[in-house]
Each structure stands twice: as structure tokens, then as C-alpha cells.
């Protein structure tokens, strides 16, 4: 079986797609990875084929983007932010992808870029979707997002009949979100207006979230599978190397070590928010901060501050006593697989999503996005001190680890496959 990974987003969110690519190749498959210059180590390091995204210098500023992502106060209108912005990519995307689809078995694709469906059902390929999070999902027994209460007066039996209006509804609204951004480049190649964000992502769609932890309520629809999350062990180059030497030199102390990850963060806050909790953190306390995307520097006068980079985290995770994040997916799943407890600042919808949903299952303390710097040594105090929470990480961390989602993935592609 050969797989086609169109990952073209910033390097960060290609995580998933090289665990996968990775799952592929162990068991016995090739996969080649279309994504950001800087995933080309350790792609070449997992045994994957690369192949660089196409370069626009409208949308080559990935940070930025995710920076406008982060102001969206709904999942729609985070994937209209994402089909919006990286309209201009599609004209050099696309192409590729069709160049390449046709020595391919699947494409597999992100939700962020559903239009690539499209090339795939051109093509005649098959393709499948990887979904970070259910948000957004219509799951039974469930409402869309900003949808009313269904009213008082409808009869319980109509109650199923009340949700797939809505869903279907809400569907309309994200392909038109779709179509918006480059429907008029799908009709001009000759591939069809979008549609059915819900209800046809994909021939499979593999949502690569915990089963055991987060299992579905009222069930999955159609199409889609419950994997679990995406994991493999990746490569470390010197650098990287290094940094976790240093972080290992910091741990060695004995002394409390929190993990902040920065990159939750817009860009363009980053350098503020850094300053803001060095003013708020006390002297001679150990602390490390993740920056992937700004060019930070601890003050020199305080060693205990350690600035690091783009690293893998859950090995970075496995070397913090708790884990400060804004609340994505991938510091979420990364802190949970570590068995480390989290602080969580959330901003945008599927943020606060994720926040919600680790403070329900116990291992998880939630601070407010625009003050949290100053509310956060009390609140790492608080959850080092929970020792119930601490239990309940260690177990989620078992349960967690005994899934393995890529495997399963693995296995939904091959049934694909074998009936394409």
C-alpha cells in the first residue's frame, strides 16, 4: 500500500502525519509526506519520501496564520481562518498532489484542507481525513456548536430528526466556508464545488483521540473511526540533543520543574507574554519555556530560566513536573501520554474544548487566557499538591499508552485499500 501524506501546514502540526507515515512504514507500507521544509530530517530519519509544500510568500508566514486562528471564537470559523488564509496555496498545492496521487494508493489529508478530498475523488484515488479533535463532529445525541436547544414542546421521538437538521445545516455552512476560499480554483480545475464536510469527509477519517478516555457520546457517524491518539518516538538531531541535556541538567536539581509552552500563543504576543511571566516567576525556581517560533532569550542573570525550541514534546514532557499550555491538541495529547499533569489557558473554541474536557477527566487545572502568568505559581502550587490528580494522571497516562492509534490507523487504511 502506498500513501500520499499532503501535510502542508506549519511544521508543528505535522506531528500526527509523520507518527502515521512512521506506522505506515513499520508495517511494511511506503508513505510519502508533502509538508513544511523544516519536517524534512525527520521525515528522511522515519524512512518517509518527502516532498517540500509549495512556497507562497502570501501564506509562507505560518505563525502568523495560526496567530489568527487562535482569535476564532468557533470551529467554524477556525476552518473558514484556514481555508481563507491559505487560498493562494491551493493553485501550487494541487497540482502537486495530482502529480503524485497518481503513484499513490490513498491521500491522506488534514481537516484544515478538506478541499483536498477533491483531488483525491478526481484522481480517482481514495482518500482519508485525520480529525485532532471531535469538536465539531456530529455526534449523536448532539447539537453544532452555537445551535438553541431544541424547543419544549417537540415530542421526544422527534428529538433525532431536530439534531440532523441542525447538522446539516451547520454542514452547509462549512462547505460554503470551503467553497468561499477556493471553491472557484476546484471548478476551474475540474474537480467540483466542495461538499460534505460532515457527512462525506473522506472514504475514512480517522479522529485520533483517546477511545478509552474520550469515548463518544450517542456514538460516531458514519465514516468516521475513533483510533486513538497518533504517537512515535522522533528523531533528535544535535541540537535537539543538546537542549535536552540541559533541560535533564535542570530536572536533576530536585526541585519542581513546569514546562511552559509558548507557541500557544500569537506570535506577535509571544516576546510579552515571556516578559510578563519572568516578572511574575521568582528567582532561583526552575522553569522551562518552549518557543518555536520567536527568537526568545532568557535573562542571562537567571539560569534557573531555560528558553528551548522546536522539540519533540513528550519527550520534553516526560522531564517536567506539570505542563503550561494554551490548550491545543497536540501539547494536550503529548502531556497526557507523559503522565504529566497540565495548566491550561485556553483561547480559542477548540482550545477551550480540549481544556474542558482534561479538567472533567481530573488531570487538568484551567486559567484565564488574558491573566495567566500572574494566577500561575499559585495554580502549579495547587495542582502539585493534588495528589488525587496526580493518581488520576498516572492512570490516564496507563490507560493512554496501552492504545495504539497509529496501528489502528494502519489498519483502516488497509481495509480501504483492499476495497478501493
Same mark, same amino acid.
Given at each position: 500500500m502506498?500513501?500520499?501524506?499532503?501535510?502542508?501546514g506549519p511544521?508543528?502540526?505535522?506531528?500526527?502525519?509523520?507518527?502515521?507515515?512512521?506506522?505506515?512504514?513499520?508495517?511494511g507500507?511506503t508513505?510519502?509526506?508533502?509538508?513544511?521544509e523544516? &519536517?524534512?530530517? %525527520?521525515?528522511?530519519?522515519?524512512?518517509?519520501s518527502f /516532498? +517540500?509544500?509549495? $512556497?507562497?510568500?502570501k501564506? #509562507?508566514?505560518?505563525?502568523?496564520?495560526q496567530?489568527?486562528?487562535?482569535k476564532?471564537?468557533s470551529?467554524l470559523?477556525?476552518i473558514?481562518?484556514?481555508?481563507?488564509?491559505?487560498?493562494?496555496?491551493?493553485p501550487?498545492?494541487l497540482?502537486l498532489v495530482?502529480?503524485?496521487i497518481a503513484?499513490h494508493?490513498?491521500?491522506?489529508?488534514?481537516?484544515?484542507?478538506?478541499y483536498?478530498?477533491?483531488?483525491?475523488r478526481?484522481?480517482g484515488?481514495?482518500?482519508?481525513?485525520v &480529525?485532532?479533535? %471531535?469538536?465539531?463532529?456530529?455526534?449523536?445525541g448532539? /447539537? +453544532?456548536?452555537? $445551535?438553541?436547544?431544541?424547543? #419544549?414542546?417537540?415530542?421526544r421521538?422527534l428529538?433525532?430528526?431536530?439534531?440532523?437538521k441542525?447538522?446539516?445545516?451547520?454542514?452547509k455552512?462549512?462547505?460554503?466556508?470551503?467553497n468561499?476560499?477556493?471553491?472557484s480554483?476546484?471548478?476551474?480545475?475540474?474537480?467540483?464545488?466542495f461538499?460534505?464536510f460532515?457527512?462525506d469527509?473522506?472514504?475514512?477519517?480517522?479522529?485520533?483521540?483517546?477511545?478509552?478516555?474520550?469515548p463518544?457520546?450517542?456514538?460516531?457517524?458514519?465514516?468516521?473511526v475513533?483510533?486513538?491518539?497518533?504517537?512515535c518516538?522522533?528523531?533528535?538531531?544535535?541540537?535537539?540533543?543538546?537542549?535536552?541535556a540541559?533541560v535533564r541538567?535542570?530536572e536533576?536539581?530536585?526541585?519542581p520543574?513546569?514546562?511552559?509552552?509558548?507557541?500557544?500563543a500569537?506570535?506577535?504576543?509571544q516576546?510579552d507574554?515571556?516578559?510578563?511571566l519572568?516578572?511574575?516567576?521568582?528567582?532561583?525556581?526552575?522553569?522551562?519555556v518552549?518557543?518555536?517560533r520567536?527568537?526568545?532569550?532568557?535573562?542571562p542573570?537567571?539560569?534557573?530560566?531555560?528558553?528551548v525550541?522546536?522539540?519533540?514534546?513528550?519527550?520534553?514532557?516526560t522531564?517536567a513536573?506539570?505542563?503550561v499550555?494554551?490548550?491545543?491538541?497536540?501539547?494536550?495529547?503529548?502531556?497526557?501520554?507523559a503522565?504529566?499533569?497540565q495548566?491550561i489557558?485556553?483561547?480559542?473554541?477548540?482550545?477551550r474544548?480540549w481544556?474542558?474536557?482534561?479538567?472533567?477527566?481530573?488531570v487538568a487545572?484551567?486559567?484565564?487566557a488574558?491573566?495567566?502568568?500572574?494566577?500561575?505559581?499559585?495554580?502549579?502550587?495547587?495542582?502539585?499538591?493534588?495528589v488525587?490528580?496526580l493518581?488520576?494522571?498516572?492512570?490516564?497516562?496507563?490507560?493512554?499508552r496501552s492504545?495504539n492509534?497509529?496501528?489502528?490507523?494502519?489498519?483502516e487504511?488497509?481495509?480501504?485499500?483492499?476495497t478501493?
Amino acid at each position: 500500500m502506498r500513501v500520499l501524506l499532503a501535510s502542508p501546514g506549519p511544521a508543528g502540526e505535522t506531528d500526527q502525519f509523520l507518527a502515521l507515515g512512521a506506522a505506515l512504514r513499520n508495517a511494511g507500507h511506503t508513505a510519502t509526506i508533502i509538508a513544511d521544509e523544516q &519536517v524534512r530530517f %525527520p521525515a528522511k530519519k522515519l524512512g518517509l519520501s518527502f /516532498l +517540500p509544500c509549495p $512556497a507562497d510568500s502570501k501564506i #509562507s508566514d505560518w505563525p502568523a496564520l495560526q496567530s489568527i486562528a487562535l482569535k476564532t471564537q468557533s470551529r467554524l470559523e477556525e476552518i473558514a481562518c484556514w481555508h481563507s488564509e491559505t487560498a493562494p496555496l491551493a493553485p501550487l498545492l494541487l497540482p502537486l498532489v495530482q502529480s503524485q496521487i497518481a503513484n499513490h494508493d490513498i491521500l491522506a489529508f488534514a481537516q484544515e484542507f478538506a478541499y483536498l478530498k477533491n483531488v483525491a475523488r478526481k484522481s480517482g484515488k481514495a482518500s482519508a481525513m485525520v &480529525v485532532a479533535s %471531535p469538536l465539531g463532529l456530529p455526534l449523536g445525541g448532539t /447539537l +453544532p456548536e452555537n $445551535a438553541g436547544p431544541a424547543p #419544549s414542546w417537540l415530542p421526544r421521538f422527534l428529538l433525532p430528526w431536530w439534531e440532523r437538521k441542525d447538522w446539516h445545516a451547520d454542514e452547509k455552512k462549512f462547505d460554503d466556508a470551503v467553497n468561499q476560499a477556493v471553491g472557484s480554483f476546484l471548478l476551474k480545475s475540474g474537480m467540483g464545488k466542495f461538499s460534505g464536510f460532515f457527512a462525506d469527509p473522506a472514504d475514512v477519517a480517522c479522529v485520533a483521540v483517546s477511545p478509552t478516555l474520550f469515548p463518544p457520546q450517542g456514538g460516531l457517524p458514519q465514516k468516521y473511526v475513533q483510533t486513538g491518539f497518533f504517537d512515535c518516538p522522533f528523531p533528535l538531531d544535535d541540537s535537539a540533543n543538546d537542549a535536552i541535556a540541559r533541560v535533564r541538567k535542570i530536572e536533576q536539581t530536585g526541585a519542581p520543574l513546569p514546562v511552559v509552552v509558548l507557541q500557544n500563543a500569537p506570535v506577535a504576543e509571544q516576546g510579552d507574554a515571556f516578559a510578563k511571566l519572568l516578572g511574575q516567576w521568582p528567582r532561583g525556581a526552575p522553569l522551562v519555556v518552549q518557543s518555536e517560533r520567536s527568537n526568545l532569550a532568557a535573562d542571562p542573570s537567571r539560569p534557573e530560566v531555560l528558553v528551548v525550541g522546536a522539540l519533540p514534546m513528550e519527550e520534553l514532557f516526560t522531564h517536567a513536573s506539570v505542563v503550561v499550555h494554551g490548550g491545543d491538541a497536540r501539547s494536550t495529547t503529548a502531556a497526557l501520554r507523559a503522565g504529566r499533569p497540565q495548566v491550561i489557558h485556553p483561547q480559542n473554541a477548540t482550545q477551550r474544548w480540549w481544556a474542558s474536557t482534561v479538567q472533567n477527566l481530573g488531570v487538568a487545572n484551567i486559567l484565564n487566557a488574558a491573566h495567566w502568568q500572574t494566577a500561575l505559581r499559585p495554580a502549579l502550587e495547587t495542582t502539585l499538591c493534588d495528589v488525587p490528580m496526580l493518581r488520576r494522571v498516572v492512570e490516564c497516562c496507563s490507560r493512554v499508552r496501552s492504545e495504539n492509534g497509529c496501528a489502528a490507523a494502519v489498519r483502516e487504511l488497509e481495509k480501504l485499500a483492499a476495497t478501493s
